[in-house]
T-cell receptor, first 114, second 109 residues
Framework: DSGVTQTPKHLITATGQRVTLRCSPR?????VYWYQQSLDQGLQFLIQ???????AKGNILERFSAQQFPDLHSELNLSSLELGDSALYFC?????????????FGPGTRLTVT | GNSVTQMEGPVTLSEEAFLTINCTYT??????LFWYVQYPGEGLQLLLK?????DKGSNKGFEATYRKETTSFHLEKGSVQVSDSAVYFC????????FGAGTRLTVKP
C-alpha cells in the first residue's frame, strides 16, 4: 500500500458527460501528479500540483482540468468525454516537486466511456 | 523534448535466467532516472532510482546504472523468479516525468 488513495476505483459513463476523479496523497506529501494509462498511448503525464499551485503540465487536453485543495487532496475533472478517454487514471504523490524525489502511485481509477 | 525508449516486450524467461531490459533516454540537463514495476491490477511501484551519472540504483536483486555517455539506464537481474512477472517502466524526471512504453516480463517455472 503506497498510502495514496484514489476514488472511485471504477467509473462507467457516457460520451459527452463530465466526471471528477479524486486523489488523496500520502501524509506529508506536497506534490500530486496525474497520469493517464491507455493501451495505445502508454503512460502519459498530465499535470503536477505542488502545495496548491500548478507546477508542470504534460499532455493534458483542454477538456481536462485539475486542482489541488488546501488539504492537499486533488481532483481531476474530465468533461465532454469521448470514447478515447477510456483509460486508467493514476495519481501519484511525492514529498517535494524536485526531480530526484520518487513518486508513490495510487491504485488508479478505471474510466470507461460508452 | 525529453523522451524514454525501452525495449519492446513481451519478454519470457525461465526461472533463474538473467534479465536485461534496455532503456535509453534523450534529455536536456541532468534528469533523474527511475525504474517502476506494475503488477496486475495495481499502480506503479518504484523499483530503483539514480539521480546522477554513474549512480547505480539497486533493489530486490535488480540493478541499473546511470550511463550519461551512452544515455542509458538498463535494468538487470541475475536470477529472475516467477514473482518478478510484471510490467517494467523506465522513467525520466526532468522538467516533467516521461515514461517508456513498458516491457511485460513473464517468468515461467
Amino acid at each position: 500500500d503506497s498510502g495514496v488513495t484514489q476514488t472511485p476505483k471504477h467509473l462507467i459513463t457516457a460520451t459527452g458527460q463530465r466526471v471528477t476523479l479524486r486523489c488523496s496523497p500520502r501524509s506529508g506529501d506536497l506534490s500530486v501528479y496525474w497520469y493517464q494509462q491507455s493501451l495505445d498511448q502508454g503512460l502519459q503525464f498530465l499535470i503536477q500540483y505542488y502545495n496548491g499551485e500548478e507546477r508542470a503540465k504534460g499532455n493534458i487536453l483542454e477538456r481536462f482540468s485539475a486542482q489541488q485543495f488546501p488539504d492537499l487532496h486533488s481532483e481531476l475533472n474530465l468533461s465532454s468525454l469521448e470514447l478515447g478517454d477510456s483509460a486508467l487514471y493514476f495519481c501519484a504523490s511525492s514529498t517535494s516537486g524536485m526531480s530526484s524525489y520518487e513518486q508513490y502511485f495510487g491504485p488508479g481509477t478505471r474510466l470507461t466511456v460508452t | 523534448g525529453n523522451s524514454v525508449t525501452q525495449m519492446e516486450g513481451p519478454v519470457t524467461l525461465s526461472e533463474e535466467a538473467f534479465l536485461t531490459i534496455n532503456c535509453t533516454y534523450t534529455a536536456t540537463g541532468y534528469p533523474s532516472l527511475f525504474w517502476y514495476v506494475q503488477y496486475p491490477g495495481e499502480g506503479l511501484q518504484l523499483l530503483l532510482k539514480a539521480t546522477k551519472a554513474d549512480d547505480k540504483g539497486s533493489n530486490k536483486g535488480f540493478e541499473a546504472t546511470y550511463r550519461k555517455e551512452t544515455t542509458s539506464f538498463h535494468l538487470e537481474k541475475g536470477s529472475v523468479q516467477v514473482s518478478d512477472s510484471a510490467v517494467y517502466f523506465c522513467a525520466l524526471r526532468g522538467d516533467d516525468m516521461r515514461f517508456g512504453a513498458g516491457t511485460r516480463l513473464t517468468v515461467k517455472p
